[in-house]
């Protein structure tokens, strides 16, 4: 195992071996250390909402589109740009979905800093 690689592979197998999402939201955490990697995550999802919003208020469904865009866009540009790791949306597509949703959550409640 390649040193350099080594503290990247054993998160990867951390993520993939949670058997709830109680045991998954703590390691997604540790993936999300960088400040300005939360930041994007938080800037995406405010313009992913913002994105639905538009959808319902207009009807055309290609806010739909625009809100993945941004939301997938701003987390994996956090993620490789910054935190220089893969998302874990590779690893565990749904529990990261529900990841980001809980860490907005926390980052409004004053749980994760950003």
């Known amino acids: 195992m390649n040193p350099a690689t080594a503290p990247q592979q054993v998160a990867d197998a951390d993520i993939r071996a949670a058997r709830s999402f109680a045991e998954f939201y ?32 207009s009807g055309r469904p290609q806010y739909l589109l625009y809100g ?11 993620h490789f740009g910054f935190e220089k790791n893969k998302p874990a949306s590779f690893k ?3 529990y990261s979905f529900m990841g980001d949703w809980a860490m907005y959550r926390d980052i409004w409640l004053g749980r994760v800093k950003i």
Request: proline share 4%; net charge positive.
């Open 92 to 94: 565990r597509p749904l």
């Open 26 to 57: 703590p390691l997604y955490l540790r993936e999300h250390s960088d400040r300005t990697c939360r930041r994007l995550h938080f800037a995406g999802s405010t313009l992913a909402l913002l994105c639905i919003a538009m959808l319902i208020a």
């Open 68 to 78: 993945l865009l941004c939301g997938y866009g701003f987390a994996w540009l956090g």
